[in-house]
């Protein structure tokens, strides 16, 4: 009988992490490095790891019986509750894994759909994650109720096992257009809200997952958020206001970290969440300096951005580098990487530089007309059914702000006032 998860649920479930290493595998050391970190996100043991050089794949299981034999004699040494392997498993392959180590199996793409399950809070997130679960469960559907019986198929007539089949498809796929229409009446929402913010400059901090986004939101904004250590920390895309000396204002906006090979599903369901970075005025790419593997962490964002057609346009900030104790080495990334900003959030070092770095990109883009008093409320009647812009008055006149796009149409509207 299958074993599963231990009874005494008290205690995480105990893993091996089995990194399946093929002609396409570029870095197996990262990918397994990086699904240990999920693993442990999960709240999962990670007793040890177990790499295989896969120069074969087998249908029906994926590795060998041979590779299969040998994992199982692991796991009965070390008391191995789970085995969570690094490649996407078809249903039929993950089945007969379980009933060959008598354990429970996940893949690479089960962990992260149920670390996001786990950590999403808002409305918005949770349909998302729930139809990206839904999508994932209709593609493996093929072969899920194989163990039930195909008898009385005759012609034009269907076994028990592909009537199970079929109703669950229908409930899902109605399932899935229910939660559409929910999604659709937010996305609706959303952009009337977004459209109500085009008066504000918007500066977006994407990057890897943990690589301190949360952190520097901390340091340039009243935030305070726990900062956890974990990945996927910070699911929901959360926007505070930050204010330089002159009392002019910014919206940060924190988001999801990237991963390496994110599920498609995902991706689709998550597109409008991160529209807060197409949408963005200026973008921080955060980056861990101290891993040994910022650089596939950088390309794999880069990826990711273009994947999704927000641009690769962005500024390097290498962060935690009060962690990296040779100078030469910081100089060598600053000659690959000119323009870079190196900070550290944990020290608040260099944390103005970003500052200077958003400031410097918002006077470039918005431009201000200084109106007297006894002209304001005209102009700003006129102005404000054409265009967004913010006001502030003095004793004599009043500052009206606005993006430089704009300038004809302030200019235009002050000369016909006159």
């Known amino acids: 009988m299958h074993r599963g998860i231990p009874i005494n649920q008290n205690f995480p479930p105990r893993v091996l992490v089995i990194g399946v290493k093929s002609s396409r595998s ?55 509750d789970k085995l969570v392997f690094n490649v996407d498993l078809a249903r039929r392959q993950k089945n007969n894994i379980m009933k060959m180590t008598d ?41 899920a109720y194989e163990n039930l019986s195909r008898t009385g198929g005759g012609i034009g007539t269907r076994g028990p096992g592909e009537q199970e089949i079929e109703y669950r498809r229908r409930e899902l796929r109605q399932r899935i257009k229910t939660l559409n ?30 690589s301190g986004k949360t952190s520097i939101l901390r340091r340039l904004t009243d935030y305070h958020a726990k900062i956890q250590d974990k990945l996927f920390a910070t699911l929901d895309p959360v926007t505070k206001i930050m204010k330089f000396k002159n ?9 999801i970290g990237f991963i390496r090979d994110i599920p498609p599903e995902l991706i689709n369901s998550f597109y409008e969440t991160l529209s807060e970075i197409k949408d963005a ?26 994947k999704l057609d927000f641009g690769q346009e962005s500024i390097l900030v290498f962060n ?25 959030a944990r020290k608040n070092k260099n944390i103005d530089m970003i500052i200077d770095k958003i400031y410097s990109k918002y006077n470039e883009i918005f431009e201000e007309k200084r109106i007297p008093l006894n002209r304001c409320g005209k102009c700003i009647i006129k102005l404000q059914n054409k265009i967004h812009l913010n006001v502030v008055y003095e004793s004599e006149a009043c ?7 704009y300038h004809d149409v302030v200019k235009e509207t002050l000369n016909d006032i006159d």
């Open 26 to 80: 570029e870095n197996i050391d990262f990918d397994v490095l990086e699904l240990a970190s999920l693993c442990k996100t999960q709240d999962d043991d990670v007793v040890g790891t177990f790499l295989i050089n896969n120069r074969e794949t087998i249908a029906s299981t994926f590795i060998s019986n041979s590779k299969i034999d040998e994992v199982k004699r692991i796991a009965e040494k070390n008391g191995i």
């Open 103 to 143: 354990l429970d199996v996940q893949d690479r793409h089960e962990v992260i759909l149920n670390i996001f399950y786990e950590h999403a809070k808002t409305r918005i997130a949770k349909i998302e994650i729930e139809l990206a679960r839904l999508k994932f469960e209709y593609s493996k559907l093929i072969g």
């Open 181 to 210: 229409g929910k999604l659709d009446e937010i996305k609706k929402n959303k952009k009337v809200q977004s459209k109500k913010r085009q008066k504000e400059f918007k500066c977006v901090l994407i990057g890897y997952t943990n």
């Open 247 to 255: 009392n002019d204002i910014c919206l940060i906006t924190d988001t």
């Open 281 to 306: 005025d200026l973008k921080l790419h955060i980056v861990d300096i101290s891993s040994p593997y910022y650089k596939e962490q950088i390309d794999t964002v880069n990826e990711v951005a273009q």
């Open 320 to 344: 935690k580098i009060d962690l990296i104790y040779d100078e030469n080495i910081l100089k060598r990334i600053l000659e690959k990487y000119p323009g870079a900003i190196f900070v550290s």
């Open 399 to 405: 500052i009206v702000k606005y993006r430089k796009i």
